[in-house]
């Protein structure tokens, strides 16, 4: 029995209306595929014609797709999802790493030199990034992240360690301003970071304290906040992992110990990576580093007022 002749769009034409549907607009669909406005256009004028159905309607500085356009672009951007995971599965790409700027740099970057020396043949790339991400398009092998944020569909989700949150300033500031309970908190400036701006209510909810404390000066992310403490500007509340290198070389000291917060470190890994044994030794590698930060024997009072 012979086969109907289907019609065929070029793959230039479909890859242009699905980045067009997808991000909403012909220039961002140009501009992503690093080509003219006019030949995007001319692309989806072709495929419509072709199948003699409208695929997206057009505003001035936008476009929708139509229920056509949907139902194809969601193929469309499925069919070169995979398209991407067979050719990296062929030529695998160096892993990444997505994290917050503050445990980039405080806690994964100090401790990148003792994993180079035990898997010096792995190559790992950073990616500075504390919400959604694109696992696919953005090349992202594991991300660290809080729970409280809603992962990608279909991505692998392993617990890390519960955050744990405290005060935290430099030893002169201490000298000058003793802080032995929660009550001395009120009479001392309070630093806050941006990226958390609940942090000092979290605290005192998970410490019980009484009362509400607010911030006199707030930071846009955690670092510039500790290091605004570490420099005597105040009391900042942060979680340890962002701070223990500090407090360990002197630099910061924590008056009220730390308190198991409301958050947890999860990880999300990246399910077409999951079985490469390169990416399996870094999720490793996290897990037992994070896992020492719980260990027994470190402070977590909970002084009373």
């Not at 970057?109 to 500075?128: D, Q, S």
């Not at 990226?195 to 404390?213: H, I, K, M, S, V």
């Not at 290198?245 to 999300?268: M, T």
């Amino acid at each position: 029995m012979a086969c109907m002749n289907i019609p065929r769009p070029s793959l230039n034409a479909l890859r242009a209306f699905e980045a067009a549907a997808r991000l909403g607009s012909v220039t961002e669909a140009a501009s992503e595929l690093g080509v003219s406005h006019s030949a995007i256009s001319h692309h989806i004028a072709a495929i419509e014609t072709l199948f003699g159905v409208p695929l997206l309607r057009r505003f001035a500085h936008s476009v929708q797709p139509t229920d056509e356009g949907k139902r194809l672009a969601a193929q469309l951007t499925e069919g070169f999802q995979l398209i991407n995971i067979g050719i990296r599965l062929l030529q695998p790409a160096p892993l990444q790493i997505s994290c917050s700027s503050t445990i980039m740099m405080h806690w994964l970057i100090p401790r990148l030199g003792a994993f180079k020396a035990t898997y010096p043949k792995v190559e790992i790339r950073l990616n500075v990034n504390y919400g959604m991400i694109d696992f696919v398009k953005d090349e992202i092998s594991v991300a660290i992240r809080l729970d409280s944020i809603k992962p990608p569909k279909d991505v692998i989700v392993e617990p890390l360690i519960r955050e744990e949150i405290g005060p935290v300033c430099s030893a002169g500031y201490l000298a000058e301003h003793p802080i032995a309970a929660h009550e001395d908190l009120r009479r001392v400036r309070l630093l806050a970071s941006g990226t958390r701006p609940d942090a000092w209510q979290e605290w005192g909810a998970a410490a019980d304290a009484a009362g509400t404390l607010r911030p006199h000066e707030t930071y846009e992310h955690f670092y510039l906040q500790n290091q605004a403490a570490a420099f005597g500007l105040g009391v900042g509340v942060t979680p340890r992992i962002l701070v223990a290198d500090q407090i360990a070389e002197g630099r910061l000291v924590a008056p009220l110990g730390f308190v198991a917060g409301p958050h947890q470190l999860v990880l999300w890994i990246a399910p077409h990576l999951r079985l490469r044994p390169d990416l399996r030794a870094v999720v490793g590698w996290l897990k037992s580093c994070m896992q020492e930060m719980s260990q027994p024997g470190r402070k977590r009072a909970k002084p009373k007022a």
